[in-house]
Protein backbone atom coordinates (compact mmCIF):
# COMPACT_ATOMS: atom_id res chain seq x y z
CA UNK A 1 0.00 0.00 0.00
CA UNK A 2 1.22 3.22 -0.86
CA UNK A 3 0.95 5.67 1.69
CA UNK A 4 -0.21 9.10 0.97
CA UNK A 5 0.49 12.05 3.20
CA UNK A 6 -2.73 13.81 2.54
CA UNK A 7 -4.25 11.27 4.96
CA UNK A 8 -4.26 11.27 8.23
CA UNK A 9 -6.07 7.92 8.21
CA UNK A 10 -5.93 5.50 5.48
CA UNK A 11 -7.97 2.06 5.58
CA UNK A 12 -7.96 -0.49 3.38
CA UNK A 13 -9.42 -4.16 2.71
CA UNK A 14 -10.21 -4.28 6.33
CA UNK A 15 -12.28 -7.19 6.55
CA UNK A 16 -13.60 -8.47 10.18
CA UNK A 17 -14.65 -12.08 11.27
CA UNK A 18 -15.96 -13.10 14.84
CA UNK A 19 -15.73 -17.32 14.99
CA UNK A 20 -19.28 -18.22 16.24
CA UNK A 21 -20.99 -21.80 17.47
CA UNK A 22 -21.86 -21.55 13.78
CA UNK A 23 -18.15 -21.20 12.20
CA UNK A 24 -16.63 -17.92 11.22
CA UNK A 25 -18.89 -14.88 10.42
CA UNK A 26 -18.29 -11.64 8.22
CA UNK A 27 -18.93 -8.66 10.25
CA UNK A 28 -17.53 -6.09 7.89
CA UNK A 29 -15.72 -6.40 4.58
CA UNK A 30 -13.79 -4.93 2.13
CA UNK A 31 -14.05 -1.17 3.66
CA UNK A 32 -11.47 1.27 2.01
CA UNK A 33 -11.99 4.98 2.71
CA UNK A 34 -9.08 7.70 4.14
CA UNK A 35 -9.37 10.86 6.58
CA UNK A 36 -7.86 14.31 5.64
CA UNK A 37 -6.43 16.44 8.10
CA UNK A 38 -8.84 19.05 9.57
CA UNK A 39 -12.00 17.10 7.96
CA UNK A 40 -14.84 15.38 9.66
CA UNK A 41 -15.57 11.98 7.51
CA UNK A 42 -19.50 10.80 8.47
CA UNK A 43 -20.12 7.40 8.80
CA UNK A 44 -23.87 6.38 7.83
CA UNK A 45 -26.14 3.12 7.80
CA UNK A 46 -29.00 1.21 9.40
CA UNK A 47 -28.46 0.01 12.69
CA UNK A 48 -26.43 -3.58 12.29
CA UNK A 49 -24.63 -2.11 9.22
CA UNK A 50 -21.33 -2.62 10.77
CA UNK A 51 -20.51 1.01 11.79
CA UNK A 52 -19.26 0.11 15.07
CA UNK A 53 -17.36 -3.02 14.36
CA UNK A 54 -15.77 -0.66 11.90
CA UNK A 55 -14.76 2.03 14.31
CA UNK A 56 -13.77 -0.67 16.97
CA UNK A 57 -11.79 -2.39 14.45
CA UNK A 58 -9.56 1.07 13.99
CA UNK A 59 -9.22 1.08 17.72
CA UNK A 60 -8.04 -2.28 17.57
CA UNK A 61 -10.65 -2.42 20.62
CA UNK A 62 -12.32 -5.60 19.34
CA UNK A 63 -11.89 -8.97 21.41
CA UNK A 64 -8.71 -10.90 19.95
CA UNK A 65 -9.75 -14.16 21.10
CA UNK A 66 -13.10 -14.21 18.85
CA UNK A 67 -12.46 -11.84 16.34
CA UNK A 68 -9.72 -11.17 13.36
CA UNK A 69 -9.18 -8.18 11.52
CA UNK A 70 -7.64 -8.43 8.23
CA UNK A 71 -6.43 -5.65 6.14
CA UNK A 72 -4.79 -2.25 6.74
CA UNK A 73 -5.31 0.78 9.31
CA UNK A 74 -2.19 3.65 8.69
CA UNK A 75 -2.66 6.41 11.42
CA UNK A 76 0.29 9.04 9.67
CA UNK A 77 2.00 6.27 8.00
CA UNK A 78 2.09 3.76 10.81
CA UNK A 79 0.09 0.13 10.30
CA UNK A 80 -1.77 0.18 13.69
CA UNK A 81 -3.36 -3.34 12.42
CA UNK A 82 -1.40 -6.22 14.79
CA UNK A 83 0.63 -3.97 16.89
CA UNK A 84 0.94 -5.35 20.37
CA UNK A 85 -1.66 -4.29 22.56
CA UNK A 86 0.79 -2.27 25.30
CA UNK A 87 1.60 0.16 21.95
CA UNK A 88 -1.61 0.25 21.04
CA UNK A 89 -2.48 1.52 24.21
CA UNK A 90 -0.26 4.23 24.28
CA UNK A 91 -1.46 5.30 21.05
CA UNK A 92 -4.87 5.21 21.87
CA UNK A 93 -6.30 8.45 23.82
CA UNK A 94 -2.92 10.22 22.51
CA UNK A 95 -3.15 10.13 18.54
CA UNK A 96 -6.37 8.42 17.88
CA UNK A 97 -9.22 8.82 20.78
CA UNK A 98 -12.87 7.26 20.67
CA UNK A 99 -15.97 9.50 22.37
CA UNK A 100 -18.57 6.77 22.52
CA UNK A 101 -22.54 7.19 22.73
CA UNK A 102 -22.38 6.22 26.27
CA UNK A 103 -20.24 8.08 28.18
CA UNK A 104 -20.53 6.25 31.40
CA UNK A 105 -18.97 3.22 30.31
CA UNK A 106 -16.11 5.28 29.29
CA UNK A 107 -15.70 5.94 33.49
CA UNK A 108 -14.74 4.06 36.27
CA UNK A 109 -18.20 4.30 38.33
CA UNK A 110 -16.25 4.26 41.59
CA UNK A 111 -13.10 6.78 40.87
CA UNK A 112 -13.86 10.17 40.72
CA UNK A 113 -13.99 12.16 37.68
CA UNK A 114 -10.66 13.96 38.56
CA UNK A 115 -8.72 11.49 38.99
CA UNK A 116 -9.25 9.69 35.91
CA UNK A 117 -8.78 12.89 34.40
CA UNK A 118 -5.57 13.05 35.88
CA UNK A 119 -4.41 9.45 35.34
CA UNK A 120 -5.27 9.53 31.68
CA UNK A 121 -3.01 13.24 31.01
CA UNK A 122 -0.07 11.08 33.65
CA UNK A 123 -0.14 8.16 31.15
CA UNK A 124 0.09 10.04 27.72
CA UNK A 125 2.58 12.86 28.99
CA UNK A 126 5.74 13.60 31.60
CA UNK A 127 3.52 16.23 33.91
CA UNK A 128 3.16 16.42 37.29
CA UNK A 129 0.27 15.86 39.17
CA UNK A 130 -0.15 19.51 40.29
CA UNK A 131 0.29 20.37 36.00
CA UNK A 132 -2.27 17.66 35.20
CA UNK A 133 -4.52 19.02 37.21
CA UNK A 134 -4.50 22.71 35.83
CA UNK A 135 -4.57 20.96 32.07
CA UNK A 136 -8.09 19.18 33.36
CA UNK A 137 -9.29 22.40 34.53
CA UNK A 138 -8.53 24.40 31.93
CA UNK A 139 -9.88 21.66 29.17
CA UNK A 140 -13.31 21.43 31.31
CA UNK A 141 -13.41 25.26 30.92
CA UNK A 142 -12.72 24.46 27.20
CA UNK A 143 -16.05 22.94 26.60
CA UNK A 144 -17.59 25.52 29.13
CA UNK A 145 -18.68 23.40 32.04
CA UNK A 146 -19.09 25.19 35.00
CA UNK A 147 -17.02 24.77 38.06
CA UNK A 148 -14.45 22.54 36.47
CA UNK A 149 -12.53 21.96 40.45
CA UNK A 150 -15.78 20.89 41.73
CA UNK A 151 -16.55 18.66 38.86
CA UNK A 152 -13.35 17.18 39.51
CA UNK A 153 -13.82 16.19 42.60
CA UNK A 154 -17.46 14.12 41.96
CA UNK A 155 -18.30 10.79 40.83
CA UNK A 156 -19.28 10.23 37.47
CA UNK A 157 -23.18 9.48 38.52
CA UNK A 158 -23.63 12.66 39.89
CA UNK A 159 -22.71 14.49 36.44
CA UNK A 160 -25.81 14.08 33.93
CA UNK A 161 -25.17 12.41 30.55
CA UNK A 162 -24.54 16.07 28.36
CA UNK A 163 -22.44 17.00 31.14
CA UNK A 164 -20.21 13.81 31.10
CA UNK A 165 -20.15 13.61 27.42
CA UNK A 166 -18.40 17.05 27.84
CA UNK A 167 -15.96 15.59 30.38
CA UNK A 168 -14.97 13.15 28.06
CA UNK A 169 -14.58 15.81 24.83
CA UNK A 170 -12.23 17.77 27.53
CA UNK A 171 -10.27 14.52 28.19
CA UNK A 172 -9.95 13.89 24.23
CA UNK A 173 -9.28 17.32 23.06
CA UNK A 174 -6.51 17.96 26.22
CA UNK A 175 -4.31 14.62 24.60
CA UNK A 176 -4.48 16.65 20.52
CA UNK A 177 -4.86 13.99 19.23
CA UNK A 178 -4.57 13.74 15.27
CA UNK A 179 -7.68 11.90 14.80
CA UNK A 180 -11.25 11.31 16.69
CA UNK A 181 -13.99 8.34 16.72
CA UNK A 182 -17.26 9.57 17.77
CA UNK A 183 -19.42 6.98 17.96
CA UNK A 184 -22.89 8.54 17.94
CA UNK A 185 -21.93 10.86 20.15
CA UNK A 186 -24.98 13.28 20.75
CA UNK A 187 -27.55 10.08 20.65
CA UNK A 188 -28.21 9.84 24.39
CA UNK A 189 -28.63 13.24 24.83
CA UNK A 190 -31.59 16.16 24.99
CA UNK A 191 -31.12 18.99 21.96
CA UNK A 192 -29.71 21.30 23.53
CA UNK A 193 -26.77 19.03 24.87
CA UNK A 194 -26.61 17.75 21.63
CA UNK A 195 -26.03 21.15 20.44
CA UNK A 196 -23.05 21.84 22.75
CA UNK A 197 -21.69 18.74 22.23
CA UNK A 198 -21.51 19.13 18.23
CA UNK A 199 -20.40 22.53 18.45
CA UNK A 200 -17.27 20.98 20.65
CA UNK A 201 -16.66 18.77 17.82
CA UNK A 202 -16.67 21.51 15.39
CA UNK A 203 -14.34 23.64 16.97
CA UNK A 204 -11.47 20.89 17.90
CA UNK A 205 -11.63 20.53 14.07
CA UNK A 206 -11.48 24.09 13.26
CA UNK A 207 -8.90 25.07 16.05
CA UNK A 208 -6.67 22.31 16.39
CA UNK A 209 -7.23 20.67 12.48
CA UNK A 210 -7.96 16.98 14.69
CA UNK A 211 -9.66 14.90 11.83
CA UNK A 212 -13.03 13.37 12.94
CA UNK A 213 -14.95 9.99 11.83
CA UNK A 214 -18.34 10.94 12.95
CA UNK A 215 -20.82 8.16 13.06
CA UNK A 216 -24.43 9.01 13.28
CA UNK A 217 -27.80 7.50 12.42
CA UNK A 218 -28.92 11.46 12.22
CA UNK A 219 -28.99 12.43 8.83
CA UNK A 220 -29.56 16.16 10.05
CA UNK A 221 -26.07 15.80 11.25
CA UNK A 222 -24.38 14.24 9.09
CA UNK A 223 -25.38 16.82 7.05
CA UNK A 224 -24.45 19.66 8.85
CA UNK A 225 -20.74 18.58 10.39
CA UNK A 226 -19.19 16.07 7.28
CA UNK A 227 -17.38 16.94 4.78
CA UNK A 228 -17.54 13.37 3.19
CA UNK A 229 -19.75 10.65 3.74
CA UNK A 230 -19.65 6.42 3.56
CA UNK A 231 -22.59 4.90 3.60
CA UNK A 232 -22.52 1.48 4.98
CA UNK A 233 -25.01 -1.59 4.19
CA UNK A 234 -24.86 -5.46 5.91
CA UNK A 235 -20.92 -5.20 6.34
CA UNK A 236 -20.06 -3.29 3.55
CA UNK A 237 -19.48 0.25 1.95
CA UNK A 238 -22.29 1.02 -0.52
CA UNK A 239 -21.51 4.37 -1.75
CA UNK A 240 -18.44 6.93 -0.43
CA UNK A 241 -19.05 11.06 -1.50
CA UNK A 242 -18.69 14.38 -0.78
CA UNK A 243 -21.61 15.35 1.21
CA UNK A 244 -23.39 18.19 -0.95
CA UNK A 245 -22.95 14.94 -3.93
CA UNK A 246 -24.25 12.72 -1.59
CA UNK A 247 -27.56 14.59 -0.25
CA UNK A 248 -28.20 16.34 -3.90
CA UNK A 249 -27.22 13.25 -6.07
CA UNK A 250 -27.34 10.09 -3.73
CA UNK A 251 -26.22 7.36 -6.80
CA UNK A 252 -26.99 3.60 -5.02
CA UNK A 253 -30.38 2.81 -3.89
CA UNK A 254 -29.81 2.33 -0.56
CA UNK A 255 -28.74 5.74 -0.02
CA UNK A 256 -32.02 7.06 -1.64
CA UNK A 257 -34.00 4.82 0.90
CA UNK A 258 -32.08 5.97 3.61
CA UNK A 259 -32.14 9.99 2.82
CA UNK A 260 -36.30 9.50 1.81
CA UNK A 261 -36.75 7.81 5.68
CA UNK A 262 -35.42 10.98 7.30
CA UNK A 263 -38.28 12.70 9.42
CA UNK A 264 -38.49 16.08 7.83
CA UNK A 265 -38.42 18.11 11.26
CA UNK A 266 -35.16 16.40 12.79
CA UNK A 267 -33.16 17.52 9.69
CA UNK A 268 -34.47 21.18 9.79
CA UNK A 269 -34.68 21.88 13.73
CA UNK A 270 -30.86 20.93 14.68
CA UNK A 271 -29.52 22.85 11.71
CA UNK A 272 -31.32 25.89 12.62
CA UNK A 273 -30.47 26.36 16.09
CA UNK A 274 -27.23 24.92 15.53
CA UNK A 275 -26.44 27.63 13.30
CA UNK A 276 -27.93 30.48 15.72
CA UNK A 277 -25.71 28.85 18.77
N1 LIG B 1 -19.51 -10.67 18.77
C1 LIG B 1 -20.37 -10.75 17.74
N2 LIG B 1 -20.81 -11.93 17.29
C2 LIG B 1 -21.66 -12.00 16.27
N3 LIG B 1 -22.14 -10.94 15.61
C3 LIG B 1 -21.76 -9.74 16.02
C4 LIG B 1 -20.87 -9.55 17.11
N4 LIG B 1 -20.66 -8.22 17.26
C5 LIG B 1 -21.43 -7.61 16.34
N5 LIG B 1 -22.09 -8.50 15.59
C6 LIG B 1 -23.00 -8.20 14.45
O1 LIG B 1 -22.27 -7.37 13.54
C7 LIG B 1 -23.18 -6.52 12.85
C8 LIG B 1 -22.65 -5.11 12.86
O2 LIG B 1 -22.80 -4.55 14.15
P1 LIG B 1 -22.46 -3.04 14.50
O3 LIG B 1 -22.61 -2.90 15.98
O4 LIG B 1 -21.16 -2.67 13.91
O5 LIG B 1 -23.61 -2.26 13.75
P2 LIG B 1 -23.90 -0.69 13.75
O6 LIG B 1 -23.99 -0.28 12.33
O7 LIG B 1 -22.91 0.02 14.60
O8 LIG B 1 -25.34 -0.66 14.42
P3 LIG B 1 -25.95 0.39 15.46
O9 LIG B 1 -26.27 1.62 14.66
O10 LIG B 1 -27.18 -0.30 15.97
O11 LIG B 1 -24.93 0.62 16.53
C9 LIG B 1 -24.52 -6.68 13.53
O12 LIG B 1 -25.33 -7.50 12.73
C10 LIG B 1 -24.20 -7.37 14.84
O13 LIG B 1 -25.26 -8.18 15.27
Partial sequence: MIIDPRYVLQVSGLH??????QGTVPLVQDIHFELKPGRVLGLVGESGSGKTITSLSLMQLLDRKTTRVEGSIRL??????????????????????????NPMNAFTPVIKIGDQFIETIRTHTSLTKKQAFELAVTSLEDVNLPDPAGIMKQYPFQ???????????????????SVIIADEPTTALDVTNQLQVLRQLERIRSEYGTSILLISHDLGVISEMADEVVVMQHGRIV????????FDHPQHEYTKKLLNARPALQINQPTKEFVML
Fill in 159 to 177: LSGGMLQRVMIAITICLRP
Fill in 239 to 246: EKADVYQL
Fill in 76 to 101: NGRELNGLKADTMRSIRGKEIAFIMQ
Fill in 16 to 21: VTVNTA
